[in-house]
């Protein structure tokens, strides 16, 4: 009887969870729509080109409402049982409300890690498309200067600029790190300029005004400059907006990577290994809206299914604001891309 009534959550929950998914993503396209309408218009873009930016819009929209539709699976499937007098026929067999909330944390937790997957991998790839229609197409978001880039140029090489003007095509306060191959942690050379900028007749990078620094294991050796000229570097001035990404189209790995980039080259990642955490943790919510979706809904309330769905609603604009909220407080930190130009 256990596996038939298992076999019922499930399959009630399913429904309510895709029917939950598929009215949140429609609902939130169509407002982003509407928001975006006057941009389509004024920068002619294409029938093509708008479908394709909310396909790969799906996927966030996905990531963020998921959480939201478990807790309306929950609230639905269990407040219509106790609506019904199921739930009390199921305990009175002898099924208590703790059993069957087991079967609700299972679903939960397989949401939550397959989330994990979703929200780390397949959402970024996502982003990375749309914001490339955004840049490309629709002329948003477009980088004049960037700042606190950081990369990796080679496998030993880490460059990074406080501050890079497009207009210029000039970097301010640059340095160059040179580490051994044999060993990651051991840095051979660094160079640190006010200014770099790129001589395009002779193709190098020229630095002005810096120091150049070289280790071995007891000495160092230090040179000072006022032009200094590069030629071995990966990367020329296009390249160092183009490459600029935003956390929401790094995946888990490549966070985790640009955290310990970060590390070995003395700098703080902080910010980057909270940006990591908080895509696990958020990829939980689903788990968590379990443990008061099913208790709230498990006793028999007046107002039934549209009092559900109300606590639901509640819930989900409660949800988009504190998400919001979020948004907000981390729209003024600039993130830029770790991997090799």
Not at 257 to 262: H, Q, W, Y
Not at 306 to 311: K, N
Request: proline content about 2%; glycine content about 4%; charged content about 20%.
């Amino acid at each position: 009887m256990i596996r038939i009534l298992d076999k019922y959550f499930v399959n009630q929950f399913t429904q309510s969870f895709i029917f939950g998914i598929i009215a949140f993503t429609s609902f939130f396209a169509v407002i982003d729509m509407m928001e975006n309408l006057d941009d389509f218009i004024d920068q002619n873009v294409s029938t093509e080109i708008i479908v394709q930016y909310y396909i790969v819009f799906i996927p966030e929209i996905i990531r963020l409402m998921t959480p939201v539709s478990v807790l309306l699976s929950c609230l639905f499937t269990v407040g219509k049982m106790a609506t019904q007098n199921e739930l009390t026929a199921i305990k009175s067999s002898g099924v208590s409300i703790y059993r069957i909330m087991i079967t609700f944390l299972v679903i939960g937790f397989i949401v939550s890690i397959l989330s994990i997957g979703f929200g780390g991998y397949v959402v970024p790839a996502a982003n990375k498309h749309k914001v490339f229609i955004e840049q490309n197409y629709m002329k948003k978001d477009i980088v004049t200067l960037g700042r606190n880039i950081f990369f990796q140029d080679s496998k030993t090489r880490i460059v990074s600029i406080v501050s890079y003007s497009v207009a210029l095509d000039q970097a301010n306060r640059v340095s160059i790190q040179e580490f051994s191959e044999a060993d990651i942690n051991k840095m051979l050379s660094r160079i640190d300029a006010e200014r770099m900028k790129y001589d395009t007749l002779k193709n190098n990078w020229q630095m002005i005004n810096g120091v150049k620094r070289v280790f071995t294991d007891s000495t160092e050796t230090a040179e000072y400059f006022s032009t200094l000229a590069i030629d071995y570097m990966n990367f020329k001035p296009a390249d160092v907006i183009k490459k600029q990404r935003k956390p929401e189209e790094m995946t888990l790995d490549e966070l985790d990577e640009f955290a310990n980039e970060k590390l070995k080259a003395g700098n703080d990642p902080t910010r980057i290994l909270i940006e990591y955490h908080s895509k696990i943790a958020f990829s939980f919510a689903s788990l968590i809206v379990v443990l008061f979706g099913v208790p709230m809904s498990a006793n028999k309330r007046k107002g039934g299914i549209a009092l559900q769905f109300g606590i639901s609603l509640l819930f989900t604009f409660s949800f988009i604001f504190e998400t919001g909220c979020h948004s907000i407080a981390q729209s003024g930190v600039q993130w830029y891309d770790h991997g090799s130009l």
